[in-house]
T-cell receptor
Framework: DGGITQSPKYLFRKEGQNVTLSCEQNLNHDAMYWYRQDPGQGLRLIYYSQIVNDFQKGDIAEGYSVSREKKESFPLTVTSAQKNPTAFYLC???????????FGQGTRLTVV | GESVGLHLPTLSVQEGDNSIINCAYSNSASDYFIWYKQESGKGPQFIIDIRSNMDKRQGQRVTVLLNKTVKHLSLQIAATQPGDSAVYFCAENPHGKIIFGKGTRLHILP
């Protein structure tokens, strides 16, 4: 099956711990994106990557880090510097910057 | 700034009627626009897109209109069904990134 996979679906962490969210796609897409969604809100862009080994900050990059060492993978680390990490995190990919993005099913992170 | 806004947070429509969801965008550099549908607890699903060299595009039961003069997008859903109940987002692509608006919740009345 082709698609974009986020894991795990639910994740719990203690405050002060770093946590890495997985995003894998087998669609051969060049571009990948991470968004954060809070309850009743829209999607806010954290980081995006238009090609392997390159990525840019989005609107709310503080407290997050990413890597793009492989075309199919774009993991997001939520660091202890992120003040309000509890949220729904969505990963997406697209063929390039001018085509529609396909989304994973999201990871709901709860920090206690 | 670079943002996509929506006129109404919630829209209630009678089943069988047409729905019109509006969106204002602010970035003149955007040349590609997308509508997404998001059901509760799931990732957004692509509905329809339009490029800036067009002003109208039709899909199955959906039509997107683009007015570049006033930076306005709309999504029309014909014969709204219960399964259309969801949050709808418009998105734009300034400078290689995809920016989303806050969303409109579409509520279907029986």
């Amino acid at each position: 099956d082709g698609g974009i996979t986020q894991s795990p679906k639910y994740l719990f962490r203690k405050e002060g711990q770093n946590v890495t969210l997985s995003c894998e796609q087998n669609l051969n897409h060049d571009a990948m994106y991470w968004y954060r969604q809070d309850p009743g809100q829209g999607l806010r862009l954290i980081y995006y990557s238009q090609i392997v080994n390159d990525f840019q900050k989005g609107d709310i990059a503080e407290g997050y880090s990413v890597s793009r060492e492989k075309k199919e993978s774009f993991p997001l680390t939520v660091t202890s510097a992120q003040k309000n990490p509890t949220a729904f995190y969505l990963c997406a990919s697209s063929i390039d910057r001018n085509t529609e993005a396909f989304f994973g099913q999201g990871t709901r992170l709860t920090v206690v | 700034g670079e943002s996509v806004g929506l006129h109404l947070p919630t829209l209630s429509v009678q089943e069988g009627d047409n729905s019109i969801i509006n969106c204002a965008y602010s970035n003149s550099a955007s040349d590609y626009f997308i509508w997404y549908k998001q059901e509760s607890g799931k990732g957004p699903q692509f509905i329809i897109d339009i490029r800036s060299n067009m002003d109208k595009r039709q899909g199955q039961r959906v039509t997107v209109l683009l007015n570049k003069t006033v930076k306005h997008l709309s999504l029309q859903i014909a014969a709204t069904q219960p399964g259309d109940s969801a949050v709808y987002f418009c998105a734009e692509n300034p400078h290689g990134k995809i920016i989303f608006g806050k969303g409109t919740r579409l509520h279907i009345l029986p």
